[in-house]
């Protein structure tokens, strides 16, 4: 997919840069300039200051959007992650948000109304990511959108073909996104929110620092200006965020006040009495060797369902 340069290209850079250095540092330290989240700076920047809803001064917030890390890869992508994970904490997460959304939603008042965003390294070779996968697909999870760097290469195994394997599990695979082009990955993230049928995969590569890029960062001290530190501050707009839920979670407490103390109850993690059993039930039939897309899937609406009851 390839976009016209803009000006969005030209106002994301300075950000971008500024992230990219903070993230050569922590690589630095490591001796890692050839990770991976050295590339992510132009995707950061897009979602943060334009698709993530987030309030950095309450991650508890419970209409945030999700956003899932894989484990050790790119945790430094993020000052104060809001989640962290794989794919299959990504798939619970957007799950949880369409059940959610399903029982407690009416008309004119989307309490449950957020998205879960996942950025991955991984791809389907572990059996649970796979049935992740193919369950997110089945139910049509939309809200679902991971990106994934084709670019990475593995010395151990030879590169999967992730991006076929999620098309062929009913994803909507977006391919050949430039991450260092701020305007391409926009409308990558355009193109995966106007998709109402399916969970998107955004394919992005970036290339690696070259051989004298890196030895000329090794031993530099970096440092932020002040003004980018602002531009990167999204407090403000988080507690706009937040405020503005609550006054519409208020006036649906208002017109639906027992489904209103149900939600709480339901977010503050108050189980029901045969939450267990079905957990349980749910483990059983991920653990059958043979078990269906759609076998899972019925279990773990049951489990949803039990919980919410």
């Given at each position: 997919m390839n976009a016209q340069p803009t000006a969005l290209t030209a106002w994301r850079a300075p950000r971008a840069d500024a992230l990219r250095l903070l993230r050569?540092?922590?690589?630095?330290?490591?001796?890692?300039?050839?990770?991976?989240?050295?590339?992510?700076?132009?995707?950061?920047?897009?979602?943060?200051?334009?698709?993530?809803?987030?309030?950095?001064?309450?991650?508890r917030w419970p209409d945030r959007d999700r956003l899932v890390l894989t484990p050790g890869r790119h945790t430094s992508s993020l000052q104060s992650p809001l989640q962290s994970g794989g794919l299959v904490d990504a798939f619970g997460a957007a799950l949880a948000e369409v059940l959610l959304a399903a029982e407690f939603n009416r008309p004119g008042y989307a309490i449950v109304d957020h998205r879960t965003y996942a950025i991955l390294d991984e791809?389907?070779?572990?059996?649970?990511?796979?049935?992740?996968?193919?369950?997110?697909?089945?139910?049509?999870?939309?809200?679902?959108?991971?990106?994934?760097?084709?670019?990475?290469?593995?010395?151990?195994?030879p590169r999967e073909d992730a991006p076929g394997s999620f098309e062929a599990?009913?994803?909507?695979?977006?391919?050949?996104?430039?991450?260092?082009?701020?305007?391409?990955?926009?409308?990558a993230l355009s193109s995966a929110h106007g998709c109402e049928e399916r969970p998107t995969l955004i394919c992005y590569s970036t290339s690696a620092?070259?051989?004298?890029?890196?030895?000329?960062?090794?031993?530099?001290?970096?440092?932020?200006?002040?003004?980018?530190?602002?531009?990167?501050?999204?407090?403000?707009?988080?507690?706009?965020?937040?405020?503005?839920?609550?006054?519409?979670?208020h006036e649906y407490g208002r017109v639906y006040p027992r489904l209103a103390v149900e939600f709480a109850a339901r977010i503050n993690a108050e189980r029901s009495p045969?939450?267990?059993?079905?957990?349980?039930?749910?483990?059983?039939?991920?653990?059958?060797?043979?078990?269906?897309?759609?076998?899972?899937?019925?279990?773990?609406?049951?489990?949803?369902?039990?919980?919410?009851?």
């Open positions: 050569d540092d922590s690589s630095l330290q490591i001796d890692d300039l050839d990770s991976p989240l050295v590339g992510l700076g132009e995707i950061s920047a897009v979602l943060w200051r334009r698709y993530l809803r987030h309030n950095p001064a309450n991650p791809g389907l070779r572990e059996r649970t990511a796979s049935v992740a996968a193919a369950v997110a697909g089945a139910a049509g999870l939309h809200r679902l959108i991971a990106f994934y760097d084709v670019g990475v290469r593995s010395d151990v195994e599990r009913g994803w909507n695979v977006l391919r050949d996104i430039n991450g260092l082009d701020a305007a391409c990955v926009e409308a620092p070259l051989p004298e890029e890196r030895n000329a960062a090794r031993g530099c001290a970096f440092g932020i200006p002040g003004a980018l530190r602002t531009a990167w501050d999204g407090r403000a707009r988080g507690r706009e965020l937040e405020q503005s839920w609550r006054e519409r979670f045969g939450w267990q059993r079905s957990v349980d039930e749910l483990i059983a039939c991920l653990a059958k060797d043979g078990g269906t897309v759609e076998s899972i899937a019925r279990a773990a609406q049951d489990a949803m369902r039990a919980a919410s009851h």
